[in-house]
């Protein structure tokens, strides 16, 4: 069974960092490209950062230079670092790949 499983979310003060992680269950992460989504409330789902099954990468404007995405195939998960956050990136963040999606995690940045 294909499963994504979003972890490390949670409340961080404007400026700081959390590192989100997308473990896969039932398929290889690093045949497949992988991507974070988010949507925050009352917008649509927005696309975040993207790594390859090559390992590259691709941004979103709005995050370039703060996030970093990577992937690590001896645990087959993706992370999401964020760094530098602002309230506007309060949002639940969603991982996607191999046709499936994960639940999502609650990221809020507020003081």
């Known amino acids: 069974q294909v499963q994504l499983v979003e972890s490390g979310g949670g409340l961080v003060q404007p400026g700081g960092s959390l590192r989100l992680s997308c473990a896969a269950s039932g398929f290889t992460l690093e045949y497949y490209h992988i991507t974070w989504f988010r949507q925050a409330p009352g917008k649509e789902r927005e696309f975040v950062a993207q790594i390859t099954s090559g390992e590259s990468t691709d941004y979103a404007d709005s995050v370039k230079g703060r996030f970093t995405i990577s992937r690590d195939n001896g645990k087959n998960t993706v992370t999401l670092q964020m760094n530098s956050l602002k309230p506007e990136d309060t949002a639940v963040y969603y991982c996607?790949?191999?046709?499936?999606w994960g639940q999502g995690t609650q990221v809020t940045v507020s003081s």
């Open positions: 996607s790949g191999a046709g499936s």
